[in-house]
């Protein structure tokens, strides 16, 4: 089966902070993708990448950076965290370059900012 | 562009009733359809899916037909279980990435 995993289900955290949200993937899948979660607003993409080091802007990149050192770890970055960044965030990985196909999601990240 | 619009929740059910969850969408081209489960506590995993006009995709008990004259894919189950409460959403394919709805919430009261 595969498996993403997202490195912390609950974070706590400051306004201004520097925010680090780790997704590691086990099954070689080319695309990998960020996508934050609010009620009412379904899913929205923050960037996606299809490749080791490369990434694509979502519909909601503002506020966020992303890193692909390794196919397998995709990394969200908040550089300075604000009240409006609270929310769930969910990892996702695909096998098929264009994001077309199956999506393969990890439990979330439900951030908290203060 | 690509959108979906989906029934808003949140629906409650009795165990046996009979689900159905409208989704409609816009798109360009030929995109697939594809109806994601989030059950408590856990991230989506992939319910069904159809691929071209006509396709009907299945999977525990759920149907969903891609209906491209009326731009459909409504979720159907003809009798629910306590175990389906779950958010539902309906999502369409895009270049590069999927157009979500904004989800259902389906609960079953036994």
């Known amino acids: 089966d595969v498996k993403v995993t997202q490195s912390s289900r609950y974070l706590v955290k400051r306004t201004g902070e520097k925010v680090f949200l780790e997704c590691v993937q086990d099954?070689?899948?080319?695309?990998m993708f960020w996508y934050r979660q609010d009620p009412g607003l379904g899913l929205r993409l923050i960037y996606f990448?299809?490749?080791?080091?490369?990434?694509e802007k979502g519909d909601i990149p503002e506020g966020y950076s992303v890193s692909r050192e390794k196919k397998e770890r995709f990394s969200l970055i908040l550089e300075s965290a604000s009240t409006n960044q609270t929310s769930m965030y969910l990892c996702?990985?695909?096998?098929?370059?264009?994001?077309?196909?199956?999506?393969?999601f990890g439990e979330g990240s439900r951030l908290t900012v203060l | 562009g690509n959108s979906v619009t989906q029934m808003e929740g949140p629906v409650t059910l009795s165990e046996e009733a009979f689900l159905t969850i409208n989704c409609t969408y816009t798109?360009?081209?030929?995109?697939?359809l594809f109806w994601y489960v989030q059950y408590p506590g856990e991230g989506l995993q992939l319910l069904l899916k159809?691929?071209?006009?006509?396709d009907k995709g299945s999977n525990k008990g759920f149907e969903a037909t891609y209906r491209k004259e009326t731009t459909s894919f409504h979720l159907e189950k003809g009798s629910v279980q306590v175990s389906d409460s779950a958010v539902y959403f309906c999502?369409?394919?895009?270049?590069?990435?999927?157009?979500f709805g904004t989800g259902t919430r389906l609960t079953v009261i036994p």
């Open positions: 159809a691929t071209k006009a006509d």
């Open positions: 996702a990985s695909s096998l098929r370059r264009g994001g077309v196909g199956e999506l393969f």
């Open positions: 798109a360009t081209g030929y995109p697939s």
């Open positions: 099954m070689d899948h080319e695309n």
């Open positions: 999502v369409l394919t895009g270049a590069n990435n999927l157009f």
């Open positions: 990448s299809y490749d080791v080091k490369m990434k």
